[in-house]
Nanobody
């Protein structure tokens, strides 16, 4: 597995922006598809965004499309989630996830990921 540590969460007003970072260590990172998921209180974990190993392919949940951007820097072993025009309904714990080293493509299924970070809290006030 790869170890993942998220950072960048916090409290922001509606309409504001945050940039989440996910630092990876351990096994090979550059060949893995990566994803961001979130879980709000009382709700199930849901897909937010995913990126392929090269960064050439991305996909987003409809609820964040046009507002969030996922990117990666394989040299820095990092994945990012730029979140703009934040809404109160974006409030959740955000998790970074990695697919296995043989799985280079994007995926919105949480079961396709074998490594997870511990999460970072994002709170959007109205």
């Amino acid at each position: 597995q790869v170890q993942l540590v998220e950072s960048g969460g916090g409290l922001v007003q509606a309409g504001g922006s945050l940039r989440l970072s996910c630092a990876a260590s351990g096994r090979t990172f550059s060949t893995s598809g990566m994803g961001w998921f979130r879980q709000a209180p009382g709700k199930e974990r849901e897909f937010v965004a995913t990126i392929s190993w090269s960064g050439g392919s991305t996909d987003y949940a409809d609820s964040v499309k046009g507002r969030f951007t996922i990117s990666r820097d394989n040299a820095k072993r990092a994945v990012y989630l730029q979140m703009n025009s934040l809404k109160p309904e974006d409030t959740a714990v955000y998790y970074c996830a990695a697919r296995g080293p043989l799985y280079r493509s994007t995926s919105y299924h949480s079961s396709d990921y074998d490594s997870w970070g511990s999460g970072t809290q994002v709170t959007v006030s109205s």
